[in-house]
């Protein structure tokens, strides 16, 4: 299947900080790539969704200048979570589409290992 | 606001038995609904799914049982293996192009 990577898998940092993480496709192109947020025993909630070449769209109760996402090219997509303070410590987890191919949009949708994010 | 619940935090089972994993769900417009594995270090995978129009899907050992009238849905593994220790996501949409709704995830521990 296809793989997804992100970089780093775990950095600590201190507050005010800012922090990039990778998420690449390092075997398909994804127009599409999504960002998560897990917190311990909880679910993993979507972020935002970006493409390629534009702006990313947020969910809602999430900050946009926070959580700055850039996605240059059809196979990075990078978070920075900017001044970071220690309630953002969590785990980030990106996954990028491949193209339909007759399969379901969710089928389709492969996940990187995650980033585990402490903040001091 | 949690739509999608797996009630059950961990799951252990012994080998060759059948792994029995529950999700619940409020959003009654969810159509579509989709099972994740995933191992240590790695991101959740893609498992199998079902469409609201169906009430079962089998897939080898691996079968969801969909109740739309109960908003339950069920992971059914048979025989158990010991690779198939991982935690495992509920997910729901509601429609096959629509964003994803994880659960919280059940980690089963199948054990010889």
């Known amino acids: 299947g296809a793989v997804v990577s992100q970089h780093p898998s775990r950095v600590i940092c201190k507050s005010g900080t800012s922090v990039k993480i990778e998420c690449r496709s390092l075997d398909f192109q994804a127009t599409t790539m999504f960002w998560y947020r897990q917190f311990p025993k909880k679910s993993l909630m979507l972020m935002a969704t970006?493409?390629?070449?534009?702006?990313?769209?947020?969910e809602q109760g999430v900050e946009k200048d926070k959580f700055l996402i850039n996605h240059a090219s059809l196979t990075l997509s990078t978070l920075t979570v900017t001044s970071a303070h220690p309630e953002d410590s969590s785990f980030y987890i990106c996954s990028a589409r491949v193209g339909s191919s007759g399969r379901v949009y969710q089928e389709t949708q492969y996940f990187g290992p995650g980033t585990r994010l402490l903040v001091l | 606001d949690q739509q999608v619940k797996q009630n059950s935090p961990s799951l252990s089972v012994q080998e060759g038995r059948i792994s029995i994993l529950n999700c619940d769900y409020t959003n009654s417009m969810f159509d579509y609904f989709l099972w994740y594995k995933k191992y240590p270090a790695e991101g959740p995978t893609f498992l199998i799914s079902?469409?609201?129009?169906?009430d079962k899907n089998e897939d080898g050992r691996f079968t969801v049982f969909l109740n739309k009238s109960a908003k339950h849905l069920s992971l059914h593994i048979v025989p158990s293996q010991p690779g198939d220790s991982a935690v495992y996501f509920c997910a729901a949409a509601t429609d096959s192009w629509g964003k994803l709704q994880f659960g919280a995830g059940t980690q089963v521990v199948v054990t010889p």
């Open positions: 079902i469409s609201s129009i169906k």
């Open positions: 970006s493409n390629e070449g534009s702006k990313a769209t947020y």
